[in-house]
């Protein structure tokens, strides 16, 4: 690739500059290659189930967990809530697109008239307010039960996520989440791909690490450890304070820039959330 | 090898923190008080959060550093205060020198 870019660069002049670092789609292919390559006999459907993808002991304990998945009330009280119509008569389903079933494949989203990336934790919560309701806390409760339902209605769709390359916004927040997830955090001195690209299938403590291809696909989560559903950007708190970094605001600019490049990266695998782990 | 080099240049950078600030609250000066020390960790906190980058222990050890102070271990206090403020200063140099440096962490490009 960079034997492409490189002449372009020379023809492209003040343009280089911004184009010269790989771009959303060689992000994506690079990974889908290193990960191919680190790990030959997992499909790549399979990265979707993180850890479980290739820690078979592992894995034979959350197929059993599978079972009677931890998920299943979250899931049913989250449709209750999606179906209970505001104080205004209007519902969830008129703020989304197809009436928010099977769309969570095309979040996060860049809004351009706001500048900023939509999850759909925040989409949900707009809908909230623009129907006169109060936003929900975002890490845990009903907002994580609403999007538990959202994703199961789009269970099997592909995940679909747009950075369009003639949007600079869409194009700066992609990459700021890029840098985050590369950047080095907390007094242990780990970025994120010190641990899920470098270290990706070794051993810390318990568990095996799962890799950032499939890290977004099956959100929000049932853990055991945390014993309840949570959404994504709680696993981002949780992996920041791992490092004795102090985890930033749920849906803060720099955890949706992050969720933004992470789902990105899952482009083409199929949505299977919500999901278990321990 | 890379995350050696990363360590040493926070370290660095911090030392050249240090270094600038020495006039007005010098860690070592024996004769800083408590008020001192506080605010120079505070102040080192906030700018540390501001850079969206502080560290997990460093509330956790101002708050310690306030007990002691409530307790009347004066000293103890002091070396808290000094604590928490060397860690928001590593954390701001850490995010500082990583504005540049997070591109060494790019093992596919």
Redesign the interface.
């Known amino acids: 690739m960079k034997k492409i870019i490189f002449p372009l660069c020379l023809i492209g002049g003040l343009l280089c500059g911004l184009t010269a670092m790989a771009g959303p789609e060689e992000d994506r292919l690079a990974m889908v290659e290193y990960y191919s390559d680190r790990f030959p006999d997992v499909p790549l459907q399979e990265f979707a189930n993180g850890l479980y993808a290739f820690d078979t002991i592992a894995r034979e304990q959350w197929i059993e967990m599978e079972d009677f998945p931890p998920y299943e009330i979250a899931i049913e009280d989250g449709q209750a809530l999606f179906e209970t119509p505001f104080a205004n008569g209007k519902s969830y389903a008129d703020c989304f697109e197809n009436g928010g079933i099977g769309v969570k494949q095309n979040y996060p989203y860049f809004d351009t008239d706001a500048g900023e990336v939509v999850t759909l934790e925040l989409a949900i919560n707009h809908c909230r307010e623009a129907n006169d309701e109060e936003a929900l806390p975002y890490m845990i409760g009903p907002l994580a039960e609403i999007s538990a339902y959202m994703a199961y209605t789009s269970r099997g769709n592909e995940m679909a996520v747009q950075v369009p390359s003639d949007n600079t916004g869409a194009v700066a927040a992609y990459a700021a989440g890029k840098q985050f997830y590369y950047t080095r955090r907390g007094q242990l001195n780990f970025a994120c791909s010190s641990c899920h690209i470098q270290s990706a299938g070794l051993k810390l403590r318990a568990d095996r690490l799962s890799t950032t291809l499939g890290q977004a696909t099956h959100w929000p989560v049932y853990r055991s450890k945390w014993g309840e559903i949570g959404t994504l950007q709680k696993r981002f708190a949780e992996c920041n304070s791992q490092v004795w970094a102090k985890p930033l605001e749920a849906q803060s600019v720099e955890y949706r820039n992050l969720e933004y490049f992470l789902s990105y990266i899952s482009n083409g695998l199929e949505l299977n959330g919500p999901g278990s782990r321990r | 090898m890379i995350?050696k080099y990363?360590?040493v240049t926070?370290c660095i950078s911090a030392l050249a923190g240090c270094g600038q600030e020495s006039s007005d609250s010098d860690i070592a000066l024996p004769s800083a008080t408590f008020a001192e020390s506080y605010a120079a960790a505070e102040a080192a906190l906030a700018a540390a959060?501001a850079n969206?980058?502080?560290?997990?222990?460093?509330?956790g050890i101002l708050e310690q550093s306030k007990t002691a102070y409530d307790e009347g271990r004066t000293d103890d206090a002091i070396e808290l205060a000094n604590e928490a403020r060397l860690?928001a200063e590593?954390?701001l140099a850490?995010?500082i020198s990583?504005k540049k440096?997070?591109?060494a962490?790019?093992?596919?490009?």
């Open positions: 995350r990363a360590f926070i959060e969206r980058n502080a560290w997990s222990k460093t509330d860690q590593l954390a850490q995010s990583q440096e997070w591109k962490n790019l093992v596919l490009e």
